[in-house]
């Protein structure tokens, strides 16, 4: 494990230190600190009563705790040591143990929860992999607890989808009915621009 993690904080050390690069990974740190990004996507798709908003919360509100548990029962158990130096950048200093990556969990986890459509996966698992990316570049994680953090979150997260669709029966798909619905109604070429 040390090997890797070796390899991959080398291949991270080129870039530290230019404060773009140290900007930018300490913006989507702070982003996915507590959730905060999560909830304020929650809290847009909420936006209107019903079905939309009723999944929303309930994903947000399962995925939280249970990330939270999880993150908590594993660093419990491992208890690894953080990086040596981390950054000097605005992030909040860790304080917990370093195995798995908390931050690359939650979003993880969040990411394949709160998504309802294949699109949105792929947007809310980009920024889960930046997020993790984020914490190798500011030295918060080694590489291995963010990918352990994302091989947990991952699993967790979509073993919670069929609970969030049980606790919120009628909604699971509709995001992908409505998109089909939509494309036969105006035609393949009309729904792809309307989309753009």
């Excluded at 304020?40 to 990330?67: C, E, H, T, Y």
């Excluded at 908590?72 to 950054?87: C, D, F, I, N, Q």
């Excluded at 860790?94 to 969990?105: I, M, V």
């Excluded at 967790?156 to 669709?165: A, E, I, Q, T, Y």
Aim: contains cysteine; hydrophobic residues 45%; positive net charge.
């Amino acid at each position: 494990m040390s090997g890797f993690d070796e390899t991959i904080d080398a291949a991270f050390e080129p870039l530290r230190g230019k404060p773009g690069v140290d900007r930018a990974a300490a913006l989507v740190s702070n982003l996915a600190d507590y959730g905060i990004v999560w909830v304020v996507l929650a809290l847009f798709k909420a936006r209107r009563r019903g079905p939309d908003r009723r999944r929303a919360i309930v994903s947000l509100a399962i995925a939280g705790f249970s990330s939270l548990f999880t993150v908590r029962g594993v660093k419990s158990a491992v208890t690894r040591e953080r990086p040596g130096e981390h950054l000097d950048v605005a992030v909040r200093t860790p304080t917990s143990s370093s195995f798995p990556s908390g931050h690359t969990l939650a979003a993880y986890c969040t990411a394949f929860d709160l998504a309802e459509s294949p699109v949105e996966t792929a947007v809310y698992v980009g920024f889960a992999s930046a997020v993790a990316i984020s914490r190798v570049h500011l030295r918060a994680h080694h590489p291995s607890d963010v990918v352990g953090g994302a091989v947990i979150g991952s699993v967790l997260g979509l073993g919670l989808r069929p609970l969030v669709n049980v606790v919120t029966p009628g909604t699971a798909g509709r995001s992908r009915r409505s998109d089909k619905a939509n494309a036969k109604g105006m035609g393949a070429r009309g729904y792809v621009l309307k989309q753009l």
